[in-house]
């Protein structure tokens, strides 16, 4: 039976890409057939009228997989922006139904799914729903990257009572430091470590290769 992870992030650019990618490299190297899937990526580069995402490229790089970019990512807009604005700019919204199909097809190929989210938890995908939301129809654990820096602890600590109430599973989490200067680091870690109950499942120093005890 096919197993899903779904990647979340105290905020946007805490490194949710750089992680899921060395988790699919992980199970890769424990023999499992495991793809990544990003469902929606802003900010894309159209290149002979086909749009690329540089999330979406490592996460495929990443996979010992094959399937369409369609299935790995079936929304994928040119601005930088909000899934929900972008989404209306481009004239269309991103459907629940679209995304659940893919991943539906994706689990018919592979062992493990590391889906990877935009943004925060609660970034709006359409005019209801949320990433949240899609994780719960998705019914897969999540996985928190919470990027270590300053103000990380209350960004952790308001993600982790999100996914509480949405009633959805923390697998677990990752301290990334995406701030070599960070003050106080191992202290910062440490209460993180205190106050999140979950298992922290590597602590990633800055640019260093993570160690997974999943």
């Known amino acids: 039976m096919t197993r899903s992870y779904f990647v979340t992030g105290t905020d946007t650019n805490v490194g949710k890409t750089y992680v ?3 988790l699919i490299r992980h199970f890769v190297s424990q023999g499992h057939k495991t793809i990544g899937m990003k469902p929606v990526a802003s900010g894309c580069e159209e290149v002979k009228g086909t749009y690329i995402n540089e999330d979406v490229t ?3 790089q990443a996979s010992n997989v094959s399937a369409s970019s369609d299935l790995v ?3 994928r807009f040119v601005p930088a922006i909000a899934p929900h604005i972008a989404a209306a700019q481009a004239g269309t919204s991103i459907e629940f139904s679209t995304i659940l199909d893919a991943h539906q097809q994706l689990s018919d190929m592979a062992d493990i799914i590391i889906v990877e989210g935009a943004g925060g938890l609660l970034v ?4 209801s729903q949320t990433l949240a939301d899609l994780a719960a129809q998705i019914n897969a654990p999540l996985i928190l990257v919470v990027g270590m820096r300053l103000g990380c602890i209350n960004h952790a600590m308001l993600t982790v009572a999100a996914i509480e109430a949405h009633g959805l599973q923390l697998a677990g989490w990752i301290a990334n430091e ?5 003050s106080m680091f191992d202290a910062n870690l440490q209460t993180l470590k205190q106050w999140i109950k979950a298992p922290c499942l590597s602590v990633v ?5 993570p160690q997974f005890h999943i």
């Open 205 to 209: 120093r800055f640019h260093q290769t």
């Open 20 to 22: 899921a990618s060395a």
């Open 58 to 60: 490592a996460l495929m």
């Open 124 to 127: 709006p995908l359409n005019q």
């Open 73 to 75: 990512n079936p929304y």
């Open 178 to 182: 995406v701030d070599p200067d960070m």
